[in-house]
């Protein structure tokens, strides 16, 4: 469903990549959460955000891609099955809706946000901050949604082929692994809640990171990322909780 900008900034397009295959849990994209399903948060939260005009799922399943219109997304193409696979990773993903758009006549989009279906609890403002963090760094390659990290890898070790352990970071520092936590660098762990992405970093630089990365912040509580069944509990326990921040789905009547 396209949308005019607000007129503040360039309109980006919001991509959400969902395949039909799922091991852990399957259909995941469409298993209900908290009476909706999983998609359709993520739908929603393009939606909600002003600096977007165009919601578009990329799917290879005819299961989802109803679940997604019916939630308000458009899906103008099925992805191939070769881009669906278990090891297919994103980038090629997002360069085939690029191209298909392209060839299709339809004027590319300055900034891409995805937005994964796995991390559904999203506050209502955190898509136009991640397009304002972006904007506001001509520099940047693109945004991508962090929290503290729950371990930090200076007291982490990897094995080696002798047998011995040794510590997987030090940058200098003196055993770190010995140091209080308190002394030790941030580290920040991402999440699936948003990566916003120029669209010239994908076809240009051929990535959806690039080479400058800034950060959006987001509250640890909310970062559910939804693998196992289990995972839809812990999220439909905070979303019981009535939380007003947060992003709900509605269906398109009919």
């Given at each position: ?15 959400i ?14 298993r ?6 999983l ?41 191939p099955?070769?881009?669906?696979g ?23 989009p ?15 403002e955190l ?55 308190q ?20 076809l ?37 909780e ?6 709900l ?6």
């Open positions: 469903m396209s949308k005019q900008s607000d007129g503040r900034r360039a309109p980006a397009l919001v991509l990549p969902a395949r039909g295959g799922s091991k852990s849990v399957p259909h995941k994209n469409v209900p959460l908290a009476g909706h399903p998609i359709a948060y993520a739908i929603a939260a393009g939606l909600a955000a002003r600096g977007v005009n165009r919601v578009i799922v990329s799917t290879d399943d005819e299961e989802i891609a109803r679940v997604a219109r019916r939630y308000g997304a458009e899906v103008p193409f099925l992805r099955a070769d881009l669906a278990d090891e297919t990773p994103d980038l090629p993903v997002f360069e085939h809706a690029l191209r298909w758009l392209q060839d299709q006549g339809d004027d590319a300055e900034v891409v946000v995805q937005l994964r279906p796995t991390s559904p609890l999203r506050p209502k898509v136009d901050q991640g397009l304002a963090v972006l904007a506001a760094h001509p520099d940047g390659d693109s945004v991508r949604a962090v929290i503290p990290a729950g371990q930090n890898p200076y007291k982490m070790w990897r094995p080696m082929e002798d047998g011995r352990i040794v510590p997987l970071l030090g940058n200098g520092l003196h055993e770190p692994y010995n140091m209080p936590r002394l030790l660098p941030e580290t920040l762990w991402q999440t699936g809640h948003l990566d916003v992405i120029r669209t010239s970093t994908i240009g630089k051929h990535s959806l990171t690039g080479d400058r990365v800034y950060p959006v912040r987001v509250h640890p509580e909310y970062a559910v990322d939804i693998d196992v069944v289990r995972d839809f509990e812990r999220a439909e326990a905070l979303l019981r009535g939380r007003p921040d947060l992003v789905p509605t269906a398109l009547s009919g």
